[in-house]
């Protein structure tokens, strides 16, 4: 028995009420990011993220500005596919007071220290991503990014509520074109975007103290098509809501079923498993070449992300829609715990 349709939401509504409660008139997913997520109250649950991660040819790179209400944590880091030569910085600023997470999806955002400098300027649909960091694994990195977000195309926009006082908003933008460079040390990498694109995901909540979430994502060119890939589990688990969908050309197919992630969490290294739950809608096997592990365990607060780079394949079967056959897909696959 698949599980119901989800609302639509297609006006811009706010995520909170007065009192910094989830708005019941939020609750659903939009194509656009029409949900201002005005947080307030709830002192030390609030998490405000800005996730970026951009696939190149030569090479992965991610940007993160987050906020987690007693901490602005940001953190770069970097991914040679062939020499699988891997470099992350994570810099913590206490209190965070100066670091402002915007309540739009696409709004500029930035965080300045001597040891990180993160700059995602947004204007007239395009994220202008600066990043200089003095010492990078001992040597100078800068990227210059243009990330155009094209006017027409979908993006998934999903309210998650577990309930009143708790809940999720998340916006994921895929296969958004990417041109620029990276430059890291002597090597130079160049971003084209007709073929290299970038992944945007945001997030603001209000997150119980201990959170375990599945994603799954892509976002390439698949023979003549811009394909995005997203799926979501666990975190999700029967609140009738659910972050899966497709994205074919810059239009959105939600998946209103949940998906299953199965892995082995004790060797992420061997294939994982996505599948809908009820249908046979989506059916993919992810094969790992990379494992990234991010731990911060710091007395009350502790996380670990185990984050596989790799490669998907499948079929994901649209309901009034083509049947995508999945051959070598790269992209992502998580298991995130959280206590926070």
């Known amino acids: 028995m698949p599980q ?43 998490k405000k993220w800005n996730y970026w991660c951009v696939f190149g040819d030569e090479i992965l790179f991610s940007a993160t500005i987050s906020h987690l209400d007693y901490a602005a944590v940001c953190f ?11 470099v992350e910085k994570t810099v913590t600023i206490p209190l965070g007071n100066k670091v402002k997470m915007p309540t739009h999806v696409l709004e500029s955002v930035q965080v300045h ?24 694994d001992g040597e100078l990195l800068h990227a210059d990014l243009h990330i155009s977000h094209p006017p027409e195309d979908d993006s998934l926009n999903v309210v998650i509520p577990w309930n009143r006082t708790q809940f999720q908003f998340t916006a994921k933008h895929h296969i958004l074109p990417t041109k620029g460079f990276v430059k890291f040390g002597e090597a130079r990498y160049a971003f084209q975007d007709e073929d290299n694109y970038a992944v945007l ?44 969908a497709i994205i074919i050309d810059g239009k959105l197919t939600k998946i209103h079923e949940d998906v299953l992630f199965d892995y082995n969490p004790t060797n992420f290294m061997l294939p994982w498993h996505v ?23 710091i007395k009350l607060i502790s996380s670990e992300v185990n984050q596989m ?13 083509p049947t995508l056959y999945i051959r070598e897909m790269l992209g992502c696959i998580e298991e995130h715990k959280a206590k926070w």
Not at 76 to 86: A, C, D, K
Not at 115 to 134: C, G, R
Not at 275 to 297: G, Q, W
Not at 309 to 321: A, D, K, V
């Open 309 to 321: 780079m790799g490669y998907y394949n499948g079929i994901i079967r649209l309901e009034n829609g």
């Open 4 to 46: 119901h349709a989800e609302k639509e939401i297609t006006e811009p509504t706010l995520l909170c009420d007065e009192k910094g409660n989830l708005n019941p008139k939020a609750i659903g997913f939009a194509k656009k990011p029409l949900i201002e997520s005005n947080l307030k109250g709830h002192y030390m649950r609030k």
């Open 76 to 86: 770069v880091y970097f991914l040679n596919y062939e020499t699988q030569r891997y």
């Open 201 to 244: 995901d945001y997030g603001r909540g209000i997150w119980p103290r201990q959170a375990n979430w599945n994603w799954g994502f892509a976002s390439q060119r698949v023979g003549t098509r811009r394909i995005g890939l997203n799926f979501g589990g666990k975190w999700t688990d029967g609140t009738g809501m659910t972050e899966n």
């Open 275 to 297: 599948k809908s739950k009820f249908t046979h809608e989506v059916n993919l096997t992810f094969t790992p070449f990379f494992h990234r592990v991010a731990k911060t365990d």
């Open 113 to 136: 220290s001597k040891e990180m400098s993160i700059q995602l300027l947004y204007m007239q649909n395009e994220t202008h991503m600066t990043i200089t960091i003095p010492d990078f």
